[in-house]
């Protein structure tokens, strides 16, 4: 009888020809275990069939089609006593059938769960599993990432800031340069063995990270996988893991970021099982994977919905500098590390957060903050956008009021000024404050602009109002274009800009009648209730950039990078408005900048 070959890690061309053979063969078996319930169907004269079917089957050239319209002979013998060595065979047979089945039931799950670290570190492996809806958001391909773990626990914040910033006078820093120092001469060496070169590495981290801190070959094997690994070293103080590491000999033995990233994905499923505590916090780890002479120092945090890592610094080039430039880089980030472990504390009794938002953003600071305290801010949920890496979110004052819940931004640069401008004419929603946090992306606080119900009305962009409303939307015309015209004027005399004022970043107030959206008062001779939003690139005329990165289909008026300056966001204004009403839109008496 042919055989399945058994799980190994193989090359992909076999390890692909395996999986469609399991796939093909599958449900042929299970063919075969529905047909052994129908009479005679083992009768001596099927055996021969039988066997040649199960080989096919094993080899992937049997389909259940097919199997199901073969002609088998069972009804040709009908009283026809198998002889014992007849018997034996069909026994065989029997077995044959089970053993099979199993074995390509066993070998179908092996290949359908997540691979292993080792696996998951050669490239044509994560490529696949990282296209999949599970897929660890690490940012390879650059659409996997998650929330900046500077976001989600300050021991990721204050690394990033110290890793950058001048080494003090103190021992742990004149410890880090001397672990730099050796590092930087001995990594270039060509080890013969990973081993050697990990065992190196460990030695020279000695004055930062002790060896007796180290362990090696650490299983992780959590019940809820089907392939655990073996992480290459552990920095484990008092039972608790602190760094997860992995070590390559040179860049012809696979990638050691992934392969660590998939270690932490396995060490945050143990947690979760085994140490739930620790898991509600986040599970937060330092990972270090070294290729060759290259170092990266990365992070690795469990937000409850996924597991998230980030490179915290560049990576270390482990090589001799004259001008000691190198070893200095490498000096303030294995003193950073060193300090980030040493305040690395796990707490007990934490409340489960929300999955997938911020956690270092506690309170915030109120622009009327007469006689007020710093408002707290519970989290409660991401909000969908279409915009890549796009940090939206809805948190609440009282959880007990939806009318204090707030829309939350997270930027790093942002028009205040230009949204408080806004705001002050009632086109823009109230912003309530902000929170700056040293390290990370500001937190702006302001009006939640809710959707509109059968009951009450709401807000939708422009974008879905020309969509869905088509039929209607000629017949308001007039009042959006007297509402944007003042938008504009208001922005121009000011000598401010927006940047990306388009119809999805515009907000009309309607209310919902049906499938349809009616205007809130709005007719032929009024004007429409707008509301600008996102004010990412805004700011004074000519002190603002476009992005390098942004959509190119869009008929922007300067090119990727350019100052933006007064006048061209009525030229992109009318450049979207003659495209939807196919009229040219009002032109401004406001002085248009060269």
């Known amino acids: 009888m042919a055989s399945v070959p058994q ?33 005679n169907f083992l009768a001596p004269t099927n055996v021969p069939l039988i066997l040649n079917a199960l080989g096919y089957a094993a080899g992937g050239l049997l389909s259940q089609e097919m199997l199901m319209n073969l002609k088998w002979p069972i009804d040709m013998l009908p009283d026809a006593q198998p002889s014992p060595q007849q ?64 976001t989600l626990d300050d021991v990721f914040r204050t690394f990033q800031q110290q890793a950058t910033a001048e080494l003090p006078e103190t021992l742990d820093a004149t410890q880090a340069r001397n672990a730099a120092y050796s590092l930087c001469h001995k990594m270039p060496d060509p080890f013969r063995t990973e081993r050697l070169r990990s065992d190196m590495f460990t030695e020279c981290l000695a004055p930062v990270f002790p060896v007796q801190g180290w362990l090696g070959e650490f299983k992780i094997h959590p019940r809820t996988e089907t392939h655990g690994g073996d992480v290459d070293r552990i920095y484990i103080l008092d039972g608790i893991i602190y760094i997860l590491r992995e070590d390559k000999l040179e860049a012809d033995t696979g990638d050691p970021y992934m392969q660590v990233v998939r270690d932490y994905q396995l060490y945050a499923e143990e947690t979760r099982i085994g140490n739930v505590d620790f898991f509600v916090q986040g599970a937060p780890v330092f990972l270090l994977s070294l290729l060759g002479p290259i170092l990266l120092i990365s992070g690795g945090f469990h937000d409850g919905a996924s597991a998230i890592v980030e490179p915290l610094a560049e990576p270390c080039l482990l090589f001799d500098d004259l001008l000691h430039n190198r070893q200095e880089v490498l000096a303030r980030q294995l003193f950073a590390l060193k300090k980030a472990v040493d305040t690395l504390s796990y707490k007990g ?183 600008v939003v996102d004010f990412d690139w805004s700011g004074k005329s000519g002190s603002v950039r476009y992005p390098c990165q942004r959509n190119p289909e869009i008929a922007w008026p300067a090119g990727p990078g350019a100052l933006i300056k007064k006048g061209q966001d009525r030229i992109l204004v009318g450049t979207w408005w003659s495209q939807q009403f196919h009229e040219e839109f009002q032109d401004s008496d406001a002085v248009m900048e060269e």
């Open 7 to 39: 799980s190994s890690e193989t090359s992909d061309g076999s390890r692909k020809n395996r999986a469609t053979i399991i796939r093909s063969a599958t449900p042929v078996l299970g063919s075969f275990r529905d047909l052994m319930a129908v009479p």
């Open 87 to 150: 018997v034996a065979l069909l026994e065989m047979v029997k077995a044959g059938i089970k053993e099979l089945s199993e074995l390509c039931e066993k070998q179908l799950a092996n290949e359908i769960a997540f691979p292993s670290p080792s696996a998951f570190a050669k490239r044509s492996t994560w490529a696949l599993w990282q296209q999949k809806p599970n897929a660890i958001l690490c940012f390879r391909p650059s659409g996997k990432q998650g929330l900046p773990l500077c």
């Open 349 to 531: 009794g934490v409340k489960p957060p929300s999955a997938g938002v911020p956690r270092v953003y506690k309170t915030y600071v109120p622009y009327e903050t007469k006689g007020k305290e710093d408002p707290e801010l519970e989290w409660l949920f991401r909000v969908p956008t279409n915009v890549p890496h796009s940090l939206l979110f809805i948190a609440t004052e009282d959880s007990k009021d939806p009318a204090y819940q707030r829309l939350v931004k997270l930027v790093h640069t942002y028009g205040e000024e230009v949204h408080q401008l806004l705001e002050k004419h009632g086109y823009a929603p109230m912003l309530y404050g902000q929170q700056s946090l040293e390290g990370g992306p500001t937190a702006y606080v302001m009006e939640w602009l809710r959707s509109p119900t059968k009951e009450e009305s709401g807000w939708v962009t422009l974008f879905e109002f020309f969509n869905k409303s088509e039929e209607q939307v000629a017949g308001y015309s007039n009042a959006i274009k007297a509402t944007l015209s003042e938008i504009l004027n208001v922005m121009e005399q000011a000598n401010m800009v927006h940047g990306d004022l388009r119809p999805n970043n515009i907000m009309l107030e309607v209310h919902k009648a049906g499938k349809q959206y009616i205007p809130v008062g709005s007719d032929e001779n009024r004007r429409a209730n707008l509301k």
